[in-house]
């Protein structure tokens, strides 16, 4: 088993081992019995040869101008897991499906089109996008709507100084996004499991506020194939499925515009999708969420309880004033 | 002859099979290759094999009369008993290792979330049959024993439902399974017609 550090990463960032292998403890407690019972392998078998996934090479080493804590110091996602557990229907609906199927997609060269309602338009390379950006990095909090979350350091620029240099025109309300669609790329395309290509869209205030990333990179190095690469959004506050992936198409509109998953299902998944444990998924609760994080297995302590706005209240509640969630889900 | 007949050297290999899939989950469980969410790997796995099991087990009469192998009706009992043995473990991983702390939750989650009360429904009809799967009992409850143990044919509907609800969008392989229970159930239509309507068939038949 390798495992490559980027010296850049603060110490920090990395599960010390002897933790990283505390989380398989209770499991391991728990199976010992039953293993000779059932097998009768108790004694060899007990040996943790942990067999974390192989954490990658890095592509190369982003050259980040600041690191800001946005998850209050809580315990970090590993690497292995932030990039094997990947809901990325393009890829196949499994959560290893992406990182499995992911390796001949082809992020670079890259380019995002800009439509709409701005002074600006037009076809844009990922190098024009981010020319003279500095690079940040930012530890969020990422709560899937599916009730499990992850902690993860990603590396972007603030959307609104991407979208500030197309000068957006007064009538813009709303900011629409699309992933690439490359059915010889991306397998799971191949089964109309949602509306491809995959839409999302933000409240031209939300696309401004600064905790909104347009994200290149996580854990200091490029943003993997399953990730979505090389470019993707990051909106801390909402359950994960906003954060739209492989962008290729930023346009800036004026009605709210559709969006993948509540033109599937508008009941399950609103165009807001602010994360918020006081109002349930019709099929399951939101008030309480499984983390996936470093310290990671021990019986009572993944499961926690969900924040409103995923923690992010007091920067992003004010955007929400007089709305009823229940109703803007 | 260490053993009665084939069938009964046959069950201990089956035992072991059934078996088989836990002592898989335990292992990848203590060399911790469940994956990044270990408690998601622990319950879909334990709960897809309650599934096949249950299945399984409905299997076991269509495929008698399919085959003629009546012997295989040896192998429901013990079946039926690993279905139950899967459910109860999904269960308990359910309470014990994902809902962890959150014991409250638990029976709004059952009232509430449609998925979970048809999952608990299923787990607690399997009880009585479980309870009544002895020989003595089979013996002590006559034709009352079959009437109550066609609640199988339910309680793998209600399994079927429980995935069916709880998946977002990707529904192929609930719809798999969903499609394998009618298979079974109408194969028990055909297999429950009566001997004068068989012989009436095998008549028209005949003629032709």
């Keep these: 088993m390798r495992r490559d550090q980027p010296t850049h990463l603060p110490q920090s960032c990395i599960t010390p081992e002897p933790v990283y292998r505390r989380r398989r403890e209770v499991l391991q407690l728990l199976g010992l019995g039953a293993a000779a019972l059932a097998a009768g392998c108790g004694s060899e078998a007990a040996s943790p040869q942990a067999a974390a996934p192989e954490t990658r090479v890095p592509d190369k080493s982003l050259d980040v101008a600041s690191h800001v804590d946005d998850a209050n110091g809580e315990a970090q996602t590993t690497y292995a897991d932030a990039t094997h557990y990947n809901n990325f229907y393009e890829f196949g609906t499994n959560k290893s499906d992406p990182a499995a199927n992911s390796a001949r997609f082809v992020a670079h060269p890259w380019s995002v089109e800009i439509a709409g309602l701005a002074e600006k338009t037009g076809r844009f390379t990922l190098e024009d996008i981010l020319k003279g950006q500095a690079l940040e990095e930012r530890i969020y909090r990422m709560r899937c709507v599916e009730a499990w979350s992850m902690v993860i350091p990603w590396v972007g620029i603030p959307l609104a100084n991407l979208l500030k240099r197309f000068k957006p025109l007064a009538s813009a309300k709303y900011v629409a996004f699309t992933t690439v669609e490359r059915p010889a790329q991306m397998p799971g395309l191949a089964y109309p499991v949602l509306d491809w290509p995959y839409r999302e869209g933000l409240r031209m205030d939300e696309a401004m506020h600064p905790l909104t990333l347009l994200a290149v990179g996580m854990y200091g190095r490029d943003l993997p194939n399953q990730n979505g690469a090389p470019l993707r959004l990051v909106v801390p506050w909402k359950y994960g499925f906003k954060g739209i992936k492989s962008i290729v198409k930023i346009e800036f509109v004026e009605r709210q515009p559709r969006t993948t998953w509540n033109l599937m299902a508008a009941d399950e998944y609103g165009f807001y999708a602010n994360v918020n444990p006081a109002v349930d998924h019709p099929r399951w609760s939101q008030k309480t969420e499984r983390r996936i994080a470093g310290t990671g297995f021990n019986l009572f302590g993944n499961r926690i309880e969900t924040l409103p706005f995923n923690g992010y209240a007091e920067q992003v509640a004010h955007l929400y004033a007089g709305m009823d969630l229940r109703k803007n889900f | ?208």
């Design chain 2, 1 to 208: 002859m260490l053993f009665r007949d084939r069938i009964a050297a046959t069950k201990p290999l089956v035992f072991a099979l059934c078996l088989l899939p836990f002592a898989h989950l335990v292992w990848d469980a203590m060399h911790g290759t469940l994956g990044p969410d270990p408690v998601a790997q622990l319950e879909h796995r334990s709960g897809d094999w309650a599934l096949r099991l249950l299945l399984a087990t409905l299997a076991i009469t269509p495929l008698r009369k399919l085959t003629g192998w009546h012997k295989l009706i040896r192998f429901r009992r013990m079946l039926g008993l690993f279905a139950f043995f899967y459910v109860s473990v999904h269960l308990l991983i359910y309470l014990f290792v994902d809902l962890g702390g959150y014991w409250a939750d638990i029976f709004e989650q059952i009232a509430k979330k449609p998925y979970i009360t048809v999952g608990f429904a299923a787990w607690l009809l399997l009880i009585p049959l479980a309870l009544t799967s002895t020989q003595a009992m089979m013996r002590r409850l006559g034709r009352n024993w079959q009437r109550l143990h066609r609640v199988a044919y339910l309680i793998a509907l209600l399994g079927v439902l429980h995935y069916f609800w709880l998946v977002k969008a990707d529904h192929r392989e609930p719809a798999l399974y969903l499609c394998i229970w009618i298979v079974l159930m109408l194969a028990r239509l055909r297999v429950r017609s009566r001997p004068a309507d068989e012989l009436r068939r095998v008549a028209a038949r005949l003629k032709i």
